[in-house]
């Protein structure tokens, strides 16, 4: 059974930084795409980055240069690495495992499985 499982959500003030972290288990992320995506209050679900299996990663233009993903494969977990945080990063985020090519990391319908999501507030 395949499980993605997010932490490293919460509470920041804008400029501040978090880590989010996400662990899978009866999935193997080194032969796979993963891909981050967020959910803002009154917003459809957004792509922030992902990373496919030749081990690419892209991000979203509003986070470019100040978020990071990357994987861990022997941990068998993938980081976001957030900083300079602004109040619009705010939402849930998810993390998501499939296969992805190129620009269609940010089509969330081409990942099969998603963890239960972890919030990110950011305040001014």
């Known amino acids: 059974q395949v499980q993605l499982v997010e932490s490293g959500g919460g509470s920041v003030k804008a400029g501040g930084s978090l880590r989010l972290s996400c662990a899978a288990s009866?999935?193997?992320?080194?032969?796979?795409?993963m891909g981050w995506f967020r959910r803002a209050p009154g917003k459809e679900r957004e792509g922030v980055a992902g990373i496919d299996t030749g081990g690419v990663t892209y991000y979203a233009d509003s986070v470019k240069g100040r978020f990071t993903l990357s994987q861990d494969n022997d941990k068998n977990t993938v980081y976001l690495q957030m900083n300079s945080l602004k109040p619009e990063d705010t939402g849930t985020y998810y993390c998501a495992a499939g296969l992805t090519y190129g620009p269609t990391w940010s089509d969330s319908t081409r990942y099969d499985y998603w963890g239960q999501g972890t919030q990110v507030t950011v305040s001014s």
């Open positions: 009866g999935y193997t992320l080194s032969r796979n795409s």
